[in-house]
C-alpha cells in the first residue's frame, strides 16, 4: 500500500507540473554565490556611474531638450483625480502593483539614468483619472497599460480591462468615485497580451456578464492567441519576462524606473472572459450601447490578434497597441512570435486612410494627442519608422550585411530620431532590424561557421584557454572596462563566466560592466536585462521561483483542452520515451468529452473521438477535478477515493506515462551555466 501511495503522489505531482501551465513569478532564491556589497551601492548591489556613463548620459542632454515639451501637457490635460497612494495588493497582502515605488522620478535625470529614458518615465508617471474628451475616459498608471471608458446609453463601455483583477477593480473604485456608479454595458479587447485582458473579472463577473447579456468583443484568433503565448510558451517567457521587467530589482535611480512602455506589471490574478463578438474584417461598423464603433481588423501587427477602432461622432481614434509614444518591439525580448514591420506599417497607412479625420488620438498605452493635424503626423512617423527599419533592413542584407552588421549601421533618419514618439524606450531599432532579418531569413547568416557551433561552455572554455586562462582574461576585461569598452568587456567576461561560473573576479567585473551598460540604455527593457543580469551575477543564479497557478485558474478554466493537452505535449521528455507505444483515454464526465493520447515516435498526440478500445489505461473525471489537479489543490484523498475519478485499465501504465513527464524548469539560468 505504501508503494502505491507513493506511486499515486508521483502521478498527482506530475499531473500538477505537467498541466499547470501558465507561470506567474513571484519570488527568487538564489545560489550562495553572493558577493559581498560594493562600497556606495544600492541594495541590488548597483554600483555609481562612470566617468564614461555621467559623459555619454549628458551627451544625449542636448538632443533630450529639444523633444516636444507638449507631451508634458498632454499627459496632464483633462486630468480629474488620481490616487495618490496607489499600492495594490493581492488576497494575501502582497503588494503587486505600487505607483507610490516610482515617487523617486523627479527633475533632471541622475547620472545613473539615460536622460531620455528618466524623460520618458516621468510623463509615464502621471498617473489617474483624466477625460480624453467628451464620453471617453481613460485610467492611467494603474497597471502597465491604460483602462479607457466609453461612455454608452446605459453604462461603461471598457476597453481594455488591465492585467490583473486587483487593479482593475482599483481602477474601478476611482471612476464610481469621481463619475458615479454605472453599470458595464460592454467590453472590448484590443488584443491577446494579458494587459489587456487580464483584469476583467475585476470590472464585472462572469455571472453578471451572462445575466445582463454584455457583448465580449475581440479581434479575430483572440483566444486561440491568448492560450498560445500564455499556456504554450509560459514557463520560458515568465522567466526571461522577470528580466526584462526588472521584477526584482529596486526601484530606485540604479535599479527599475519603468519600461518605457508604462511602469511594472502586477502579478495578481488574471482572467479572461469569452469573446462573444469577434471582429475580422476591415472595416466592421458595429453599434455597443447606443455607440457607432468602425473596427479594424490588424492580426500580425503589435500582436497576433489585434484591432483598433474609430468612433465617428467624436471622431476619437482608439490606436490600441498599433502605435505608441515610443517605437514598439518588432521582436520582445521577452521572447514571443516576430512580428511583420511591413505589415505593422501598411496597418498604420490603412487606419490614416481610413480614420484620417480623427481630432483624438487615445491608445492601449501613454497618454493621447489632440487635433487633426498632430494626430495625422504621430501615425505618418509611426508608419514610417517601422517601414524605415523594414525597408533599411532588407537594403543591408542585400548588400551582404549580416543581423548584427546590419544593426550596428542603421541609424533613423533624422526626421524620426528627433521625434520623442519614435525613440527606443521599448523597442529599440538594433534589435528591431535583426527580427526583420530574422522574419525573412531566420537565425542562420549563411557563414558556414555559424552553422553549427559549439555550444556556450565548451566554446568558452576553449576560448578562456586560448586566451592564457582566467586570469588573463580578467585582466584583459579590466583594461577594457577601464577605456569604457563596455560591449568588449561583458563579450570577455561572458567566456570567463560560463568557463568558470564561481569565479567571484569575473562576475563581481560582469556586474558593474552591466550596471553602466545599463545606465546607458534608453530602452526600459534593456536597462532591466542589464540590471537583472548583474543582480544575478551578484546574488547567485536563480534556484526557484514560485509558481502561483491559483492566480491563472480563470484562465485556465477557459483554456480549450487541446491546447492543455499541447502544453502536455511539450513536456513529454523525447529520449526517455524513445520505443515507447501508450495509448490512454481521458473522458470528462461532466462534458461527454473523449480525448484519447497516445504516444508514437517519442511524440506526444492527441484527438477528441471516441474510446479508444485499444487504450491501455481509461482515466474517467470530472472537468472540475481535472482544474483542481491542475491548480495544485486536489488531494491525494481526493485523486484515489472520488466518486469524480474513475481509473480503469492498467495503473502501471498511468504511472508510466507521467514518468515521462518533464518538471519545467520556473528559474533556469541565464547569465551563466
Known amino acids: 500500500m505504501a508503494i502505491y501511495k507513493k506511486h499515486w503522489l508521483k502521478v498527482a505531482f506530475a499531473t500538477k507540473v505537467a498541466l499547470g501551465c501558465v507561470v506567474l513569478l513571484s519570488g527568487i532564491a538564489c545560489e ?52 495618490p497612494a496607489l499600492q495594490v495588493k493581492d488576497q494575501e497582502g502582497n503588494i503587486i502593483f505600487d505607483q507610490t515605488a516610482y515617487q523617486f522620478i523627479q527633475g533632471e535625470a541622475p547620472a545613473s539614468v539615460n536622460p531620455s529614458l528618466w524623460r520618458q518615465e516621468k510623463l509615464n508617471n502621471m ?50 468615485k469621481e463619475l458615479g456608479d454605472k453599470a458595464i454595458s460592454a467590453v472590448i479587447y484590443t488584443h491577446s497580451h494579458v494587459d489587456h485582458f487580464g ?28 492560450t498560445s503565448e500564455n499556456i504554450l510558451a509560459g514557463t520560458t517567457m515568465g522567466r526571461r519576462l522577470g528580466f526584462a521587467y526588472g521584477k526584482w530589482l529596486s526601484r530606485d535611480e540604479r535599479g527599475h524606473i519603468g519600461n518605457g512602455l508604462g511602469k511594472s506589471i502586477p502579478m495578481g490574478s488574471i482572467g479572461v472572459l469569452q469573446p462573444t463578438l469577434i471582429i475580422d474584417k476591415t ?49 520582445t ?21 481610413l480614420f484620417g479625420e480623427a481630432e483624438v488620438y487615445f491608445a492601449s498605452h501613454h497618454w493621447p494627442i489632440w487635433g487633426n493635424e498632430a494626430v495625422t503626423t504621430f501615425l505618418k512617423n509611426q508608419r514610417d519608422t517601422y517601414k524605415y527599419i523594414h525597408d533599411q533592413t532588407l537594403r543591408l542584407a542585400s548588400q551582404g550585411a549580416t543581423p548584427g552588421e546590419i544593426a550596428e549601421q542603421i541609424q533613423l533618419p533624422q526626421s524620426l530620431n528627433n521625434t520623442a514618439s519614435s525613440r527606443g524606450y521599448y523597442g529599440t531599432l538594433k534589435h528591431n532590424a535583426r527580427a526583420v532579418y530574422q ?130 505535449a511539450t513536456r513529454l521528455n523525447g529520449p526517455k520515451a524513445d520505443g ?60 484515489v477515493g472520488s466518486d469524480k475519478l474513475n481509473i480503469t485499465g492498467s495503473k502501471i501504465d498511468l504511472i508510466k506515462f507521467f514518468s515521462l513527464l518533464e518538471t519545467p524548469q520556473m528559474a533556469f539560468n541565464i547569465i551563466e551555466p
Open 127 to 176: 498617473h489617474g483619472l483624466f477625460k480624453v474628451t467628451d464620453g471617453i475616459y481613460q485610467l492611467r498608471g494603474h497597471d502597465l497599460a491604460n483602462m479607457t471608458l466609453i461612455e454608452g446609453d446605459s453604462g461603461w463601455i471598457v476597453v481594455d480591462p488591465l492585467s490583473s483583477k486587483e487593479t482593475a477593480a482599483r481602477a474601478m473604485e476611482l471612476v464610481r
Open 333 to 353: 525580448l521577452r521572447g514571443a512570435k516576430v512580428r511583420d514591420a511591413l505589415a505593422w506599417s501598411n496597418y498604420i497607412h490603412e487606419s490614416l486612410q
Open 32 to 83: 550562495d554565490k553572493a558577493l559581498p556589497p560594493a562600497e556606495g551601492a544600492n541594495s541590488n548591489g548597483h554600483t555609481a556611474a562612470s566617468a564614461a556613463t555621467i559623459a555619454a548620459n549628458q551627451a544625449l542632454l542636448p538632443q533630450v531638450q529639444q523633444f516636444d515639451p507638449i507631451d508634458f501637457e498632454q499627459a496632464q490635460r483633462g486630468f480629474i483625480a488620481r490616487d
Open 580 to 639: 515507447v507505444e501508450l495509448t490512454l483515454n481521458v473522458y470528462f464526465k461532466n462534458l461527454d468529452k473523449n480525448y484519447v493520447l497516445w504516444i508514437e515516435n517519442a511524440v506526444l498526440h492527441h484527438e477528441q473521438r471516441t474510446q479508444d478500445a485499444t487504450a491501455s489505461v481509461t482515466l474517467s473525471i470530472d472537468s472540475e477535478l481535472y482544474m483542481d489537479i491542475v491548480m495544485g489543490e486536489a488531494t491525494l484523498t481526493e485523486l
Open 199 to 226: 483584469g476583467v473579472l475585476g470590472v464585472i463577473s462572469a455571472e453578471q456578464l451572462a445575466t445582463d447579456n454584455v457583448p465580449v468583443v475581440a479581434p479575430e484568433g483572440f483566444m486561440e492567441e491568448v
Open 439 to 568: 522574419h525573412y531569413f531566420g537565425w542562420f547568416d549563411a557563414n558556414p561557421a555559424h552553422l553549427d557551433p559549439l555550444p556556450p561552455v565548451a566554446s568558452s572554455e576553449r576560448y578562456v584557454k586560448a586566451m592564457g586562462g582566467i586570469e588573463q582574461v580578467i585582466a584583459k576585461a579590466q583594461i577594457a572596462y577601464d577605456q569604457a569598452e563596455y560591449r568588449w568587456t561583458a563579450e570577455l567576461l561572458n567566456h570567463a563566466v560560463f568557463a568558470e561560473p564561481s569565479n567571484k573576479s569575473a562576475r563581481a567585473l560582469l556586474a558593474r560592466c552591466y550596471d553602466q551598460m545599463g545606465y546607458q540604455a534608453e530602452s526600459g527593457p534593456w536597462r532591466d536585462l542589464y540590471l537583472s543580469g548583474a543582480l544575478e551575477l551578484r546574488q547567485g543564479g536563480t534556484k526557484e521561483t514560485n509558481l502561483n497557478l491559483r492566480n491563472a485558474r480563470n484562465l485556465l478554466q477557459h483554456t480549450p483542452f487541446e491546447n492543455l493537452f499541447d502544453a502536455l
Open 283 to 331: 472595416p466592421q461598423a458595429v453599434e455597443l450601447d447606443g455607440v457607432e464603433f468602425i473596427f479594424q481588423n490588424v492580426p500580425g501587427s503589435e500582436a497576433p490578434a489585434e484591432l483598433t477602432f474609430y468612433l465617428p461622432e467624436l471622431k476619437a481614434f482608439c490606436g490600441a497597441e498599433l502605435v505608441s509614444r515610443n517605437m514598439h518591439n518588432v521582436y
